[in-house]
């Protein structure tokens, strides 16, 4: 069993920012990938960002050079900082991650981002 304790969403004008983490923890041996995922309202669910166990890290070309993603190992935790956010980065976003020999992602119960003036 995998859990998760979103934090960090809210409401923010545009051009303000954003640090989103998630914790996981349960039975938890090794993390392979994690990543962020949002759903906007009336859009399908799209990747947002994820990172590897190695570091690496890809993003979605709407967030490329705003949002960064990074994880703590140690903690079990992945972070996503949101800079000049827009109004269509407004969505829900769940975190979720990979464990090493299990063949499915384990998911955060989301929190609501929003981005209005």
């Known amino acids: 069993q995998v859990q998760f304790v979103e934090s960090g969403g809210g409401l923010v004008q545009p051009g303000g920012s954003l640090r989103l983490s998630c914790a996981a923890s349960?039975?938890?041996?090794?993390?392979?990938?994690m990543a962020w995922y949002r759903r906007a309202p009336g859009k399908q669910r799209e990747l947002v960002a994820r990172i590897t166990s190695g570091g690496s890290s890809d993003y979605a070309d709407s967030v490329k050079g705003r949002f960064t993603i990074s994880r703590d190992n140690a903690k079990n935790t992945v972070y996503l900082e949101m800079k000049s956010l827009k109004p269509e980065d407004t969505a829900v976003y769940y975190c979720?991650?990979?464990?090493?020999?299990?063949?499915?992602?384990?998911w955060g119960q989301g929190t609501q981002v929003t981005v209005s003036s």
């Open positions: 979720s991650v990979t464990l090493v020999g299990v063949g499915y992602d384990y």
């Open positions: 349960g039975n938890i041996v090794s993390i392979d990938v």
